[in-house]
């Protein structure tokens, strides 16, 4: 169980940009939640203040029942092994071996290059090779990351982050650089992992049609702040309007292109997205 408690980040001076207004959220093992929302709604700060990329300003991130909310050195050690990220353009050392991309995963919090020259334990080797098996990646362990597609490169990028062998798998946009048919099958294997490892994951995704499709619980964060939070099935158009504020303004739109036009309630109730957001 992950637990975020009144997480909290501001930025700039007199921290007047509210980036988090305090979020809290419990995701249970193997959750899959979507994180939906307009750009600069807060979605990358909240990921990164879970893992720390960035200092949140307050609030505790608690995993099994350990706090995280000092930042002493060692526990961001911690924090870090068990709170995977999976970047939008996967950042892998693109000279090096696809299996040596994954065993950075188990060297969580150091540097990339650094680990890169270890000579890995075998178990780790087995670890990292399962972990490409799970992505149907194992036959291009030896190719140099450089040498796969986009969608493959994110697979490996997953990879890496189940190698860590997390509690918590933190994406964000991790099909934003990516085709509409390759996006489907990394977020496949992204949400199969979840379900097959126990891993809780918090996807972050601005698309509403692949929120719909692959999130079992959304998450809908709109100026720093949650406000929805269920399941696909009771994401109707007016909660769409509260997650996208000013849906209807041409000036954001552009006349005659009111972006709600494009959203319909389906047969179940859900929304139905005519050619996505983004
Ligand atoms: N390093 C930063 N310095 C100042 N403001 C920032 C910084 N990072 C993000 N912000 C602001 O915080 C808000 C949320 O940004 P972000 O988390 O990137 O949103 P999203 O990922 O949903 O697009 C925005 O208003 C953004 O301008
Ligand atoms: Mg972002």
């Known amino acids: 169980m992950i637990e975020i408690r009144g997480l909290v980040k501001s930025y700039g001076p007199g921290q007047a940009i509210k980036a988090l207004k305090g979020i809290d959220l419990k995701i249970?093992?193997?959750?899959?939640v979507v994180v939906l929302g307009p750009s600069g709604a807060g979605k990358s700060t909240m990921l990164r203040c879970i893992n720390r990329l960035t200092e949140?300003?307050?609030?505790?991130?608690?995993?099994?029942?350990?706090?995280?909310?000092?930042?002493?050195?060692?526990?961001?050690?911690?924090?870090?092994?068990?709170?995977?990220?999976?970047?939008?353009?996967?950042?892998?050392?693109?000279?090096?071996?696809?299996?040596?991309n994954v065993l950075v995963g188990r060297m969580a919090g150091l540097s990339p290059l650094l680990t890169a020259m270890h000579v890995f334990p075998e178990s780790d080797v087995q670890i990292a090779m399962h972990c490409l098996e799970q992505v149907n990646l194992?036959?291009?362990?030896?190719?140099?990351?450089?040498?796969?597609?986009?969608?493959?490169q994110?697979?490996?990028g997953i990879a890496r982050a189940l190698a860590q062998q997390p509690k918590i798998?933190?994406?964000?946009?991790?099909?934003?650089?990516?085709?509409?048919?390759?996006?489907r099958v990394v977020l496949t294997y992204l949400k199969r992992i979840c379900k097959e490892s126990s891993i809780a994951v918090l996807c972050?995704?601005?698309?509403?049609?692949?929120?719909?499709?692959?999130?079992?619980?959304?998450?809908?964060?709109?100026g720093g702040e949650i406000v929805y939070d269920g399941p696909p099935q009771g994401?109707?158009?007016a909660v769409i309007r509260?997650?996208?504020?000013?849906?209807?303004?041409?000036?954001?739109?552009?006349?005659?292109?009111?972006?709600?036009?494009?959203?319909?309630?389906?047969?179940?109730?859900?929304?139905?997205?005519?050619?996505?957001?983004?």
């Open 235 to 237: 994401v109707t158009q």
């Open 138 to 152: 194992a036959h291009k362990a030896a190719a140099r990351a450089d040498a796969l597609s986009g969608g493959e």
């Open 204 to 222: 972050n995704l601005h698309q509403i049609d692949y929120a719909l499709e692959f999130g079992e619980r959304i998450v809908g964060l709109s």
């Open 28 to 32: 249970a093992a193997g959750e899959f």
């Open 56 to 100: 949140p300003t307050a609030g505790e991130v608690v995993i099994d029942g350990v706090s995280f909310a000092a930042s002493g050195r060692r526990d961001l050690r911690a924090l870090r092994r068990n709170a995977a990220m999976i970047f939008q353009h996967h950042n892998l050392v693109k000279r090096l071996s696809v299996l040596k």
């Open 242 to 278: 509260q997650i996208y504020p000013g849906l209807d303004d041409p000036n954001i739109l552009g006349a005659g292109q009111r972006l709600a036009d494009r959203l319909d309630i389906g047969a179940g109730g859900a929304l139905a997205v005519a050619g996505g957001v983004s």
């Open 169 to 183: 798998m933190l994406a964000d946009e991790p099909v934003a650089s990516l085709d509409p048919k390759t996006s």
């Open 154 to 156: 994110q697979r490996v």
